[in-house]
């Protein structure tokens, strides 16, 4: 992240500044933004942390273009992914950004360790505004893209207690301080 030099790649490769750009900033800012923030040296991260919320730390989606093109070899995504366990670990998880981090993370440990899209979609946005959404859902259970049955889950995955042990592994050695 140090040797960023400004050149815009990762911003002309973005798909989500190309679908939308109103309300996501380019990703060298949430780079630039991870360093301030995460600085020994940065009296409140949090300066540098509530704007990269305000701009749209929680819009990416994931298609890390900006890490393939970078020709520094930094990380914007991971950066981005930095800032947000920073700002959960803040308590600064209102919204549906992290809304839809934990209903992830509650299906793979405790639903079956598939993505339930369907309660996927009632945890990070809610029931009232997911009824605006019913023909869509019609139309994709006319499809068979979408099961309505899928709510109640299904089979477990093979290796599910594998993951949840690797899961709590992980959350102990985060309470402990031995994983920052």
């Given at each position: 992240q140090w040797d960023c030099i400004l050149c815009g790649c990762c911003a002309s490769e973005c798909n989500k500044l190309e679908a939308d750009a109103s309300d996501y900033m380019q990703p060298f800012v949430f780079t630039h933004a991870y360093r301030a923030?995460?600085?020994?040296?940065?009296?409140?991260?949090?300066?540098?942390?509530?704007?990269?919320?305000?701009?749209?730390?929680?819009?990416?989606?994931?298609?890390?273009?900006?890490?393939?093109?970078?020709?520094?070899?930094?990380?914007?995504f991971g950066d981005i992914e930095s800032l947000r366990v920073m700002a959960m670990k803040k308590g600064l998880n209102e919204g549906m950004g992290?809304?839809?981090?934990?209903?992830?993370?509650?299906?793979?440990?405790?639903?079956?360790?598939?993505?339930?899209?369907?309660?996927?979609?009632?945890?990070s946005e809610g029931v009232l505004a997911n009824t605006t959404k019913l023909d869509i859902a019609y139309n994709l259970m006319k499809a068979g893209k979408m099961n309505p049955l899928h709510i109640f889950g299904g089979e477990?995955?093979?290796?599910?207690?594998?993951?949840?042990?690797?899961?709590?592994?992980?959350?102990?050695?985060?309470?402990?301080?031995?994983?920052?």
């Open positions: 923030a995460d600085d020994s040296r940065s009296k409140d991260p949090m300066i540098h942390l509530k704007p990269a919320i305000a701009n749209g730390l929680w819009n990416c989606v994931h298609c890390q273009e900006c890490v393939d093109r970078c020709p520094k070899g930094i990380s914007s992290p809304a839809h981090a934990e209903a992830f993370l509650l299906d793979m440990v405790e639903g079956d360790g598939r993505l339930n899209e369907i309660k996927l979609a009632l945890r477990k995955i093979e290796g599910h207690a594998q993951l949840v042990k690797m899961v709590e592994a992980a959350r102990k050695a985060e309470k402990e301080g031995t994983i920052k």
